[in-house]
C-alpha cells in the first residue's frame, strides 16, 4: 500500500502545496528538499547550453515583464488560490524535512536507500541525475506543468498558447525515467484559461488541477492497475522547452494568442 510518500521537492510554494495535500489525504509524507541554485551558477549554466544573447533575453523578461505581472495578477492568483483544497503554503508540522544541498548530491542516495516510503513524488526540483534514480527500487513519479511529449521542460502552458495550441495547455504526471519528462504518462488534464490569465497565473491553474491527479494516479498505483492518459498527444511535436525571452512574449502579444 501507498501510504508513505517520499517527495522530492525544489523550494516553491507548489512543493509545500503537494506535501500538505497528500497529509490532508492520510498519506504520511516526508520530504528531501534542495536548496535553491545559487544565481551565479544557474546563469553560467544557461549561457553554457543556450548562449549569452538568449540567456539577456530571459533575464530582460523576468526582470521587465514577470515584475510587471507580479503586480497587475495579484488578485486572479488570489481567486485561484482560495479554490485549493489546501490553502497553507508551510510545510504541515507532521512532515520531516531533509535539506540537502542539491537533488543529485551523494547524501540524497543515502537517504533514499535508509528511509522508509512506498511511492516518491518530485516536484520543482532541477533535472534528476540517472545515478539518483538508480539509488531506489521504488517507482518514481513528476509532476509536470504541460502537456507532454509535445511540452517537455519550463512552462508548458505558456508555450502551448503561445504556439496556439490552447488545448495541450495542462498538466502531466508520469513516470521519471533518465529522459527530460519522456517517461510513461500516468495522467493529463487540461487547464482552462480565463480572461485575466497569464504567465503566472497559468501554474497555479495546472496546480489545482494536478492535486485531483494525484487522487487517481496514487490509488491506481495501489491498486496495480493499467493507467491510461486521457489525452490524445502527438510525438512528432515533441520538444523541450525553457524560460521564455522578453522577444518571445512581445511576439505572443503582437500574434494576440495570450
Known amino acids: 500500500m501507498y501510504n508513505k510518500i517520499l517527495l522530492l521537492s525544489g523550494i516553491g510554494w507548489s512543493s509545500k502545496l503537494i ?11 516526508t520530504v528531501i528538499k534542495e536548496e535553491k ?4 551558477l544557474l546563469l553560467k549554466n544557461r549561457i553554457l547550453r543556450i548562449g ?10 523576468q526582470v521587465i515583464i514577470v515584475s510587471l505581472l507580479k503586480v497587475f495578477s495579484r488578485h ?15 510545510f504541515d508540522q507532521s512532515i520531516k524535512i531533509f535539506n540537502v544541498q542539491s537533488i543529485n548530491h551523494p547524501k540524497v542516495s543515502e537517504l533514499l536507500k535508509r528511509l522508509d516510503y512506498n511511492l516518491i513524488v518530485v516536484n520543482g526540483t532541477r533535472i534528476i541525475s540517472p545515478e539518483i534514480i538508480k539509488s531506489t527500487d521504488k517507482k518514481i513519479i513528476n509532476t509536470h506543468c504541460g502537456i507532454t511529449p ?27 525515467e533518465e529522459g527530460i519528462d519522456t517517461g510513461k504518462i500516468l495522467w493529463q488534464s487540461q487547464i482552462d484559461p480565463q480572461k485575466g490569465d497569464c504567465f503566472l497565473t497559468y501554474g497555479y491553474l495546472q496546480y ?23 489525452l490524445v498527444t502527438n510525438e512528432s511535436f515533441s ?16 500574434r494576440k494568442v495570450y
Open 19 to 29: 506535501a500538505n495535500y497528500l497529509v490532508s489525504k492520510g498519506y504520511e509524507v
Open 37 to 40: 541554485i545559487p544565481i551565479r
Open 52 to 61: 549569452f544573447f538568449k540567456v539577456i533575453d530571459q533575464v530582460l523578461f
Open 76 to 90: 486572479r492568483i488570489n481567486q485561484i488560490m482560495k479554490r485549493f483544497p489546501v490553502t497553507n503554503i508551510c
Open 150 to 176: 509535445e511540452f517537455r521542460g519550463s512552462h508548458g502552458a505558456y508555450w502551448a498558447m503561445h504556439c496556439g495550441k490552447s488545448e495541450l495547455a495542462g498538466v502531466t504526471i508520469h513516470i521519471v
Open 208 to 230: 489545482l488541477s494536478a492535486l485531483k491527479g494525484f487522487d487517481f494516479v496514487i490509488g491506481d498505483l495501489m491498486d496495480c492497475r493499467e493507467i491510461s492518459p486521457s
Open 239 to 254: 520538444r523541450l522547452w525553457s524560460t521564455p525571452g522578453i522577444t518571445d512574449y512581445i511576439r505572443g502579444i503582437v
